[in-house]
């Protein structure tokens, strides 16, 4: 069902179906078609609230979550505005553990939605706007303990199967519906992982020759089995040199993209001032990785990707200066 044909009881069904758009302007030296899913359309502005979703209804489905219950979760921001939007929709008093070196516009948006945000200070040395795995680590703790205190629900995005579910039960089949091409390629940049696998195991489903890569940054690729050099890199997230990542199996994975900094900048500018489209850091890392794959192996050939969330979400940031 497309996304305007019908009037919804609330915004969470208004989550997902979103556009699949060709990028035909960034391509039109390199002959191949690159394919983008626009899903910082969806009402937080993230393909996060599909997750959001999914996880609260595979919930009260299965009764791991009870009415009016607390429930808490880790974010970088997108999960959690994703979980405010569902969680005040369905009356589930919501609270966002964040690192304090996500953008505060993040934060913010949370709070607007009705969220209780709080924030962990970085580890020592560590910068505003490059959250490493050591950083995750410590609002892995302070969510924890939360949840003990609160006798709350854990959303567990890195782990609970509503992750996987929503992207293999939705994303991936309406970028199936959608492309109206054999899709050779796919690539997403990982975070949970949750997108990458739901996204690549409803492709392989359809048709076991789609290729599947894992992007990550250039210096912190753990899942490529490099060394990581560099985990503060400026890709908000994902790249969290995390290499046991519970969605992300070996038959999902075809091979691995790296994408610098600098590179997922300008290619973030270059969609906005090219194609009209407004999308963040790890969205830039997408289409700068979808290019290298139409410059070799995949010329001449269908690759698809997500764009993960929107531009307005890094506006505190030097992204768009
Ligand atoms: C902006 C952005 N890009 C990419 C990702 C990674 O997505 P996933 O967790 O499905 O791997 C996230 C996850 O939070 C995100 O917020």
């Known amino acids: 069902m497309a996304r305007d044909e019908k009037l919804v009881s609330s915004v969470v069904e208004a989550i997902g179906n979103t556009p699949l758009v060709e990028l035909a302007r960034l391509t039109r030296n390199l002959g191949g078609r690159l394919l983008a899913k626009l899903e910082y359309l969806n009402p ?7 997750i959001a979703r999914q996880i609260i209804e595979d919930a009260e489905a299965d009764g791991t979550l009870q009415p009016g219950q607390t429930v ?7 999960t959690g505005t994703g979980l405010a939007i569902v969680c005040g929709v369905k009356g589930y008093p919501f609270v966002a553990v964040m690192s304090r070196g996500n953008s505060p516009e993040r934060a913010r948006m949370m709070s607007a939605l009705g969220a209780e945000v709080v924030l962990v200070d970085q580890l020592p040395g560590s910068k505003p706007g490059q959250v490493s795995g050591g ?10 303990r939360i949840v003990k205190e609160q006798g709350a629900f854990r959303a567990d995005q890195f782990h609970h199967h509503g992750n996987f579910n929503a992207h293999h039960l939705h994303t991936g089949p309406e970028i199936l519906r959608q492309a109206g091409t054999t899709i050779d390629a796919f ?4 975070g949970t992982g949750g997108t990458f696998a739901g996204c690549a195991a409803a492709l392989k489903e359809a048709n076991p020759a789609t290729r599947c890569y894992v992007v990550e940054p250039k210096g912190a690729a753990i899942l490529a089995g490099e060394p990581v050099t560099n985990p503060n890199h400026r890709i908000q997230g994902g790249g969290y040199s995390m290499c046991d990542l519970t969605f992300v199996k070996p038959e999902y994975v075809d091979g691995y993209l790296q994408v610098g900094d600098q590179e997922a900048v300008e290619v973030a500018r270059k969609l906005a001032r090219e194609e009209g489209i407004f999308s963040g850091f790890s969205s830039g890392a997408n289409v700068a990785a979808a290019l290298q794959l139409l410059q070799e192996p995949f010329k001449a050939r269908a690759v698809v990707t997500i764009l993960n969330d929107s531009g307005l ?4 940031t030097d992204l768009f200066q």
């Open 187 to 190: 690539c997403d940049f990982v």
């Open 313 to 316: 979400k890094y506006l505190s």
């Open 44 to 50: 937080g502005f993230s393909k996060k609230d599909r």
């Open 135 to 144: 950083d995750l680590e410590l609002v892995e703790q302070e969510a924890q």
């Open 72 to 78: 808490v979760e880790l974010t970088s921001g997108n």
